[in-house]
């Protein structure tokens, strides 16, 4: 652990801008409205002359209220019912915006005024389901029993959510576990029959949903409320108390579905909502073709610097340790535990660690790198034909002259197919940085994801997978220049 705060630290010394401070950044959950919510206060704080910084896509409330509470962000948009259940671990979970900002200023944390809305959690149910089975509310579900249910992930795993809606309404289904966005593609598709819902969602109209009757009013309110650190400038503050009590829940529902359904970006819709309010806003729009390019160059940042990190520390830890049989194996071993631990669970580890970011996106994606790297190398130095070290101890080379002019040349081939094996890796994994706010190509994908955008989907996905197959022609030629002709296989084997 020690060793990655070492890492760590380093990589924050050569990323960390002076300047980053004078900036607001403003962050969002990965669903549709909170990217929403977040750009309308992003553009408003820039009407109002303050220079902001988007972080948007996180990956679910524990990472924003990480990442506010360590000052990664600097504001985001929460709900009453999710800080005091989820959050606070408050049994009242309809605290009022006084007594969550009495139990928040311990932690330097207070939430502005209501934006006027409650987006409570809600089941759903296609229309025509709902009306050939004849039901209105949660309770009829009980009756029920074959009825495919998938719910957001983080919906199963909440006290606010399944644990407790299954004890309120004595159901006894085992649902399976789907991203939002997700979901609602799903139940358009007949793959299952009801999932969770947030009651302003645009996809309600759009996949033609029944919203549930809550019957025994389990679900508790949740007012959107912005979410800001205590030590946010006084004006900024001021600006945002501008939208207090300016969206209703038709009115949300609106916004939702001018994304969702009429296909406009965030940006637009924020914009619009603006001018419609009476703030001036600037017909500044963000090419698509510049954003893929900002996008790529980031995602090449994020893998070339893991990349280079993996081999400044991989390859030499590959030398020292080839020659000793228990000690190489330990090595691999401990690399290979590594690789074990899933992308996006050693993406959320890196959090309380690094906070956000880049940082631990790139020293998760270095560790990913070390296995493939450390295996080759000591694959192909051990390989080695233990004539050639015979003879070169004979001719009296030394240790250092075997390694340079014995070792090295044969190994490597095998040595550049492991680092462009940890390339590719690299690659595919930083696409789910975003999640963590690392930007790169997976920034569109999770935003795809949230709106159920193909086109969007395909603005990170196709430069992705253009990058991997550049790496690999790149480390053909790299082969052909660095290799020995006579080394160089021609055709791969059967």
Not at 274 to 296: A, H, P
Not at 445 to 469: E, H, S
Request: proline letters at 4%.
């Amino acid at each position: 652990m020690l060793m990655f705060k070492y890492i760590a630290f380093f990589f924050f010394c050569c990323l960390y801008l002076s300047s980053a401070s004078a900036v607001i950044t403003v962050g969002s959950k990965n669903f549709n409205e909170s990217y929403l919510l977040g750009e309308i206060m992003a553009q408003l704080l820039e009407v109002e002359g303050f220079e902001v910084e988007r972080k948007f896509g996180l990956g679910g409330t524990l990472v924003c209220y990480e990442a506010l509470l360590n000052g990664e962000i600097d504001i985001y948009v929460e709900y009453t019912g999710t800080l005091a259940q989820v959050i606070l671990k408050e049994q009242n979970s309809i605290l009022g915006i006084s007594n969550l900002n009495r139990i928040l200023s311990e932690q330097e944390l207070r939430v502005l005024d209501s934006f006027g809305f409650n987006n409570t959690y809600a089941i759903a149910i296609k229309k025509e389901l709902a009306r050939r089975l004849n039901i209105q509310n949660i309770s009829q579900l009980a009756e029920q029993p074959n009825l495919r249910m998938a719910f957001s992930l983080e919906f199963l795993n909440r006290e606010d959510g399944w644990p407790g809606l299954m004890k309120t309404y004595n159901l006894f289904a085992k649902p399976k576990g789907i991203e939002h966005g997700l979901a609602y593609q799903a139940i358009h598709e007949d793959k299952i029959d009801v999932t969770d819902a947030y009651s302003t969602d645009g996809d309600l109209e759009r996949y033609q949903l029944t919203v549930l009757s809550d019957n025994h009013g389990y679900f508790p309110q949740y007012l959107a409320v912005p979410f800001v650190r205590i030590d946010l400038p006084d004006r900024a503050m001021k600006v945002l108390s501008q939208l207090k009590g300016v969206i209703d829940d038709e009115r949300m529902r609106d916004l939702n579905s001018q994304t969702v359904v009429d296909g406009r970006t965030f940006s637009e819709v924020a914009r619009t909502f603006l001018t419609e309010q009476g703030f001036n806003q600037s017909s500044k729009k963000n090419s698509v073709l510049w954003s893929v390019v900002d996008n790529t160059i980031i995602h090449l940042k994020l893998t070339f610097i893991a990349l280079l990190s993996g081999c400044v520390f991989g390859l030499p830890l590959a030398f020292i340790v080839f020659k000793s049989i228990i000690l190489a194996r330990v090595t691999v071993y401990c690399a290979g535990l590594l690789q074990t631990i899933p992308s996006i669970a050693l993406l959320a580890l890196m959090i309380p660690l690094f906070g956000i970011g880049e940082v631990p996106a790139i020293v998760a994606l270095f560790l990913y790198s070390i296995l493939p790297i450390l295996r080759n190398t000591i694959t192909a130095l051990v390989t080695i034909d233990p004539l050639l070290k015979r003879v070169a101890e004979a001719i009296g080379l030394t240790s250092v002259q075997q390694l340079r002019y014995i070792f090295l040349p044969m190994a490597l081939p095998t040595i550049l197919a492991g680092v462009k094996t940890a390339a590719i890796i690299s690659i595919g994994t930083a696409t789910l940085a975003a999640f963590i706010g690392a930007g790169g190509l997976g920034e569109p994908i999770v935003t795809g994801l949230a709106l159920n955008d193909t086109d969007l989907i395909l603005q990170g996905a196709i430069p992705a997978a253009g990058l991997a197959i550049f790496v690999e022609l790149f480390f053909e030629l790299l082969e052909k220049l660095l290799v020995k002709p006579h080394m160089l296989r021609n055709e791969l084997p059967a």
